[in-house]
């Protein structure tokens, strides 16, 4: 399992950087998206996937037996996920209104403050 | 429990609050603005205090022991960040008072000034590398809907750029946390520290790869070469207030946290790192003072300046002895004071003149001489010159160079040093020293009860204390020096968090 989500996770990096590489403001923030859902998958791949077995501790015992899945990665994949809809969502809004104010989706056409 | 910890970030987000219920009235989040970032100072002082007398201190949230609960850490270079953060924050919350428009005010500039001041005060105090990327999310945004408030073009265009690569960081700093996690299994700074000293040979270079990670992240953040140019490009567009807040803090939030990094997690493959860091900061202060001597607006000016004094921070981290990481503490404080302050001078001249482009401005010595004394001080004590600040702070720097046999590198910070006299000469002889040109665009009408010494008095306090430092600089080095002993013996850290015998 793990191999194959090494490949998905690069397969990830490489088509986000592909797409902010573009010069459309849209594919840019495409871009953005597979980036932080890349860097989530890459969160829960390293920290060790196992099958059917939840952080549940039996009634009397002190702790879980061994081999269980460990619930920190979810916790923070969860709060990465909620943080990046809100700064993508930010993000969408920001390209809508620079394209209300510039009247282009092209990035070559946003050049004015460059050096 | 230590009160004194959480208040830094307790302040803002109670304010920030706060503001948010009175959006109606102007009157009161202005008032409030003032209010909370003295308080914030305040605080700021008292933990400083704290710190020196008894100690690094440590909170641990919710009573989880660390490693498995999050914790708060006031070491010195955190108290001395924070009370970075408080003076610059009250500064420009004064300033704004009179520098900010309605429609700014109005469209929430004081609650994101708050929020801002919350995450930023929370990445210098967090000891836990997960709650650091909260944080880090925590300023981001606040950054973003202040770097566009006011909705014009130049400002859509440079937050393009700005969201985008503070994103990618981002995601790059989350990387890099998941790799560490799937490592080590932990995420607290102190515990990783131990953890990665006594990691087995066979994962040295996944540790190496990681470190390089986090360096490119924070690397972003600090506007280093070859990833700046975000900055020259989004810092000269939003009012002035806000450049002046985000030179002064935003980019050494980016440095805080190299320092904290690389003097207490990523020790073992120093070599490598150090040269990196060495030749990264003197590209940098290179590139970023010739992207200044070529330009012709006040602001762009200082925003590339910005670039090339982090040179000298991130120059200080890679010669990694106490003497140097001393001098770029020193550096770090100066810096944010200077710049902030010369960002306001270039606020008051749009005021008097209506225009930033130095071909445009002009007999301003004449019309405003005291702001010309105002602006010298700053101007001087960037490049250096005795009896500022900046000369201690670079001084101090060289020296520790100088002690490790840095020959090049210590010839090329000076040389950088006398080309930054030359853009600020240059902007002396357009702005102050011409006559105003026949053709000067008029100044812009002044909003009511605006008025002006407002913006005069930031001004005044950070002149005087970039000459309070260059006179006092002895007791400024005791304390930076203090600092730098702590980071360089990061057992001291370690104790601190994880008890006597991790």
């Known amino acids: 399992m793990e191999p194959l989500m090494a490949y998905v996770v690069g397969g990830l990096y490489a088509a986000a950087i592909y797409m902010m590489l573009r010069r459309s403001i849209v594919k840019l923030v495409i871009g953005l998206i597979l980036l932080s859902n890349a860097a989530n998958l890459l969160i829960f791949t390293a920290a060790g996937l196992v099958r059917g077995t939840p952080p549940l501790i039996a009634e009397g015992a002190q702790v879980p037996p061994p081999g269980v899945a460990d619930p920190l990665p979810q916790a923070l994949v969860l709060t990465a996920i909620v943080i990046a809809f809100g700064v993508l969502a930010f993000a969408v809004v920001l390209i809508h209104r620079a394209y209300e104010i510039v009247k282009a989706d092209d990035l070559d056409q946003m050049k004015s403050t460059d050096t | ?502």
């Open chain 2, 1 to 502: 429990m230590r009160p004194e910890i959480a208040l830094p970030i307790l302040i803002p987000l109670f304010f920030g609050a706060l503001s948010l219920a009175v959006w109606r009235s102007r009157l009161a989040q202005r008032w409030l603005a003032v209010i909370g970032t003295g308080a914030l100072l305040a605080s700021g002082i008292w933990l400083l205090f704290a710190t020196l007398n008894q100690g690094p201190l440590v909170t641990t949230l919710g009573d989880w022991q660390a490693p498995f609960g999050i914790v708060l850490v006031s070491d010195l270079l955190g108290a001395i960040m924070v009370l970075l953060a408080g003076l610059m924050a009250f500064s420009a919350a004064v300033y704004s008072l009179a520098a900010m428009g309605e429609g700014h005010e109005r469209f929430g500039y004081y609650p994101l000034l708050h929020m801002l001041l919350a995450g930023v005060c929370g990445a210098f105090l967090t000891g836990d590398i997960f709650n650091l990327f909260v944080w880090f999310e925590v300023l981001l945004i606040a950054s973003f809907a202040l770097l566009i408030l006011g909705g014009e073009r130049a400002q859509m265009e440079g937050a393009i750029k700005y969201v985008t690569i503070n994103l990618i960081s981002s995601a790059v700093l989350l990387t890099a946390i998941g790799l560490v996690y799937g490592l080590v299994g932990s995420l607290n700074m102190a515990d990783l520290a131990v953890k990665f000293a006594d990691a087995d040979a066979e994962h040295t270079g996944l540790i190496t790869v990681i470190a390089m990670l986090f360096m490119i992240s924070f690397g972003i953040k600090a506007a280093a070469f070859p990833l700046f140019f975000w900055l020259p490009a989004s810092y000269h567009t939003p009012p002035v207030a806000v450049s002046a807040l985000f030179a002064g803090l935003l980019t050494k939030v980016g440095v805080y946290a190299l320092y904290r990094f690389f003097t207490l997690i990523f020790t073992q493959d120093a070599e490598l790192i150090q040269t990196i860091l060495i030749w990264g900061g003197t590209i940098t202060m290179v590139v970023g003072v010739l992207g200044a001597a070529a330009h012709f607006e006040f602001r762009r000016i200082l925003a590339f300046h910005s670039v090339s004094q982090i040179g000298y921070m991130i120059l200080a981290l890679g010669l990694m002895s106490p003497l140097a990481i001393a001098g770029g503490l020193i550096y770090t404080f100066h810096h944010s004071v200077v710049k902030t302050n010369l960002f306001f001078v270039s606020g008051v001249s749009y005021r008097l003149r209506g225009t930033h482009e130095l071909k445009e401005l002009g007999g301003l010595y004449r019309a405003a001489p005291w702001l010309s004394l105002l602006f010298l001080i700053s101007a001087l004590s960037l490049a250096g010159i005795p009896p500022l600040s900046g000369f201690f702070a670079k001084f101090v720097l060289v020296r520790g160079a100088l002690d490790l046999q840095f020959w090049v590198v210590t010839g090329i910070a000076l040389a950088v040093g006398l080309l930054t006299l030359f853009s600020m000469t240059k902007i002396w002889a357009e702005a102050f020293w011409k006559a105003a040109p026949e053709n000067a665009p008029t100044p812009p009408p002044v909003e009511p009860g605006q008025p002006l010494y407002l913006m005069y008095l930031p001004i005044i306090g950070l002149a005087a204390i970039a000459v309070l430092m260059g006179i006092f600089g002895e007791a400024v080095f005791e304390l930076a020096m203090l600092a730098a002993e702590q980071l360089e013996d990061s057992r001291i850290y370690i104790e601190a968090v994880l008890g006597e015998n991790p």
